[in-house]
């Protein structure tokens, strides 16, 4: 399979845990991203990345969050004491080399109880 | 008020019906338009891609922005039960540094068999 993999596809956690998220992106894609979904909602940015450069954030992502992408191919995300608001979709994107379109992953479903 | 504003839905139509899902948008900035298909616990999936005002074909899609008018609609001709999805339009505006996609909350489509 040469699609975006993310893991694992579902992570049920304590509030006041941390929990890590990891994504694959297609392996010529050098922009990744990450965005999050709400039920009923589409996805909102969090932030991407241009191989191991984090070139935007944006404000939804708060101190507990943290998004690497050490080498320039896979990427984590990490929440650190996770609350129930954070329960949500994470999606994993990787950009084709044009500029033009945005490959997703199954994403993460994250629920805090 | 959202930058882009979508119905919610949701739509049901007869198999073989003509579907026309539609989105506007506040920013004039935008220049960049897509159309995603999402079905239940998957990542959005991109249908269309268009950059000017006008209409782009590809099968039975057929995506139409007015940029005087900040709308852009889908059309789906002979639509299939296949085609029961959430479909999300989302855009951006594709600046240097400036790369994140705005969603619409998604149109939940039915189609009847």
């Known amino acids: 399979d040469t699609g975006v993999s993310q893991d694992p596809r579902h992570k049920i956690t304590k509030r006041g845990q941390n929990v890590t998220f990891r994504c694959d992106p297609i392996?010529?894609?050098?922009?990744l991203y990450w965005y999050r979904q709400t039920l009923g909602q589409g996805p909102e940015f969090l932030t991407y990345?241009?191989?191991?450069?984090?070139?935007?954030k944006s404000r939804l992502l708060s101190d507990r969050f943290s998004a690497e992408r050490p080498k320039g191919s896979f990427s984590t995300l990490e929440i650190q004491r996770t609350e129930q608001g954070d329960s949500a979709m994470y999606l994993c994107?990787?950009?084709?080399?044009?500029?033009?379109?945005?490959?997703f992953g199954s994403g993460t479903q994250l629920s805090v109880l | 008020q959202k930058e882009v504003e979508q119905d919610p839905g949701p739509l049901s139509v007869p198999e073989g019906a003509i579907v026309s899902l539609n989105c506007t948008y506040s920013?004039?900035?935008?220049?960049?338009f897509m159309w995603y298909r999402q079905y239940s616990r998957k990542g959005p999936e991109l249908l269309m891609y268009?950059?000017?005002?006008g209409n782009k074909e590809d099968g039975r899609f057929t995506a139409q922005v007015d940029k005087s008018s900040k709308y852009i609609s889908l059309f789906i001709r002979d639509s299939q039960p296949s085609d029961s999805a959430t479909y999300l339009c989302a855009m951006t505006f594709m600046d240097t540094g400036r790369r994140a996609l705005t969603f619409g909350s998604g149109t939940r489509l039915q189609v009847q068999p």
């Open positions: 994107a990787s950009e084709t080399p044009t500029g033009e379109k945005l490959f």
């Open positions: 268009t950059y000017s005002s």
């Open positions: 392996s010529e894609h050098n922009r």
């Open positions: 920013n004039s900035a935008f220049q960049y």
């Open positions: 990345f241009q191989n191991e450069a984090q070139l935007e």
